[in-house]
């Protein structure tokens, strides 16, 4: 069974920082790009951060120099350091292993992990 189990999240003033985790468990690991979704409430949901196969990486404009996304192939698993917190950062964060481009087309997502930035 494919799981991908997230951990990290929780509250933070403005200006502080969290790692989130992701691991993943039934998948080729090393075979997907990775990405980080938020959707706040009311949102829609909207992706943050991904990472490709050979580590390339690209972020949402306004999480730029400020979050980090990062993978370790060997522990199947995919971070996103979040520094400099703002509250506008407040929204549940999902993990996401989007379909191959070749292979079964499945897509993957964590359960997602709450985080809260505020005053």
């Known amino acids: 069974q494919v799981r991908l189990v997230e951990s990290g999240g929780g509250s933070v003033q403005p200006g502080g920082s969290l790692r989130l985790s992701c691991v993943a468990f039934?998948?080729?690991?090393?075979?997907?790009?990775m990405n980080w979704y938020r959707q706040a409430p009311g949102k829609q949901r909207e992706l943050v951060a991904a990472i490709t196969v050979g580590g390339t990486t690209n972020y949402e404009d306004s999480v730029k120099g400020r979050f980090t996304i990062s993978r370790d192939n060997a522990k199947s698993a995919v971070y996103l350091q979040m520094n400099s917190l703002k509250p506008g950062d407040t929204a549940d964060y999902y993990c996401?292993?989007?379909?191959?481009?070749?292979?079964?087309?499945?897509?993957?997502w964590g359960q997602g992990t709450q985080v809260t930035v505020s005053s």
């Open positions: 039934g998948i080729i690991f090393r075979l997907y790009t």
């Open positions: 996401n292993a989007p379909p191959l481009p070749i292979g079964p087309q499945r897509e993957y």
